[in-house]
């Protein structure tokens, strides 16, 4: 009933920029907090950075200068301005949402497909 799409993901060379988008759809009350999560190859899911409903961001210490979360509540859309891209950032990146469900009017967890960013010369 909840569906989150990841796109702008692709192949970047060092240093230079890409935006993601997560598309927000389907029955829900609303959104709350709003994350994007990475994972490399061979390594655990981590938390890239989040925001409240409210415009509250924060950053892992890796992403920190470079990127950029946001959010458009009216079109139910997250972003993540990537720059100064390094070979590190290689990963799928997931939008991770705490959704208001309407049935219940309460939070859950949805997660998208994700979309890999390859950061390579």
């Known amino acids: 009933q909840v569906q989150l799409v990841e796109s702008g993901g692709g192949l970047v060379q060092p240093g230079g920029s890409l935006r993601l988008s997560c598309q927000a759809s389907g029955s829900f009350f609303s959104i709350n907090d709003m994350r994007w999560y990475r994972q490399a190859p061979g390594k655990e899911r981590e938390l890239v950075a989040d925001i409240t409903r409210g415009g509250t961001t924060n950053y892992g210490d890796s992403v920190k200068g470079r990127f950029t979360i946001s959010r458009v509540n009216a079109k139910n859309t997250l972003y993540l301005q990537m720059n100064s891209l390094k070979p590190e950032d290689t990963a799928v990146y997931y939008c991770?949402?705490?959704?208001?469900?309407?049935?219940?009017?309460?939070?859950?967890?949805?997660w998208g497909q994700g979309t890999q960013v390859t950061v390579s010369s």
């Open positions: 991770n949402a705490a959704v208001i469900r309407r049935a219940t009017m309460s939070a859950l967890g949805y």
